[in-house]
């Protein structure tokens, strides 16, 4: 299954072997066979490293269960293993309106979802999610009524997104952004970050202070994967 195709770069661990650790003890051990075999199908895909990782996959599994989460939403889908992941963490009624621009990477992940039996949990939606969200937002029926936000995908638009969730997650839910640490990049000194990223590296700086400062909701950012922010709403 290419098991060892997630490299240190993909985490914030200080060693690969330290961080193959974890994945072999832990996480692969406990992956459903649905989940590596999308996992190998998206490895073969030149963006494959948009990917949830495994490990951060595994603690967003947890959370949903804890929670006892049965309506969420996903913002960014790309080949579906985190949206498998949840299908596959929620109630036998449970549903998720997964939004994505991108119809032809979710379809690598299509047959994995149907496989696993979950595709009725799914509404997926192919659009821009600030369109999507704006509708969403214009029922009164939708307000507070999302357990659970996942957001992996433009970064320059976590700001909006945010906003827009904070109306549409009930109070006591959880909003979690992918990819708040950026490589690493965001402690780094710009002149060290190569030119193509220093966009997305401002974007998710401007972003995670932004949040940091947000008094309606409770944080914690976890160095799993490339950094998840978990946001609790409180009013």
């Given at each position: 299954m290419g098991d060892k195709a997630h490299s240190i770069k993909q985490g914030l661990l200080q060693s690969n072997e330290l961080y193959q650790y974890v994945l072999e003890t832990s996480v692969y051990p406990r992956e459903s066979e649905h989940l590596k075999e999308l996992r190998a199908a998206t490895q073969a895909h030149q963006w494959s490293f948009y990917s949830t990782p495994p490990d951060g996959g595994q603690f967003l599994s947890l959370l949903l269960q804890t929670m006892n989460a049965k309506k969420t939403?996903?913002?960014?889908?790309?080949?579906?293993y985190s949206l498998l992941l949840t299908a596959l963490a929620l109630p036998h009624d449970g549903k998720i309106t997964a939004i994505d621009v991108d119809e032809e990477a979710y379809n690598i992940?299509?047959?994995?979802?149907?496989?696993?039996?979950?595709?009725?949990?799914?509404?997926?939606?192919?659009?821009?999610?600030?369109?999507?969200?704006?509708?969403?937002?214009?029922?009164?029926?939708?307000?507070?009524?999302?357990?659970?936000?996942f957001v992996?995908?433009?970064?320059?638009?976590?700001?909006?997104?945010?906003?827009?969730?904070?109306?549409?997650?009930k109070i006591g839910g959880i909003i979690a952004y992918d990819?708040?640490?950026?490589?690493?990049?965001?402690?780094?000194?710009?002149?060290?970050?190569?030119?193509?990223?220093?966009?997305?590296?401002?974007?998710?700086?401007?972003?995670?202070?932004?949040?940091?400062?947000?008094?309606?909701?409770?944080?914690?950012?976890?160095?799993?994967?490339?950094?998840?922010?978990?946001c609790r709403r409180l009013n």
């Open positions: 939403i996903e913002i960014g889908v790309y080949t579906g992940g299509l047959p994995f979802i149907k496989k696993a039996g979950v595709e009725h949990k799914i509404n997926f939606i192919n659009s821009d999610a600030h369109k999507v969200l704006d509708q969403l937002r214009q029922d009164e029926n939708n307000h507070g009524s999302f357990d659970f936000a992996d995908a433009d970064k320059e638009g976590y700001k909006n997104y945010h906003e827009k969730l904070m109306k549409l997650v990819n708040t640490l950026f490589y690493g990049t965001v402690a780094m000194e710009e002149e060290k970050v190569g030119l193509k990223r220093r966009p997305i590296r401002k974007a998710v700086m401007e972003f995670n202070a932004f949040i940091a400062a947000d008094q309606r909701i409770q944080i914690s950012q976890v160095p799993l994967g490339d950094g998840v922010t978990i």
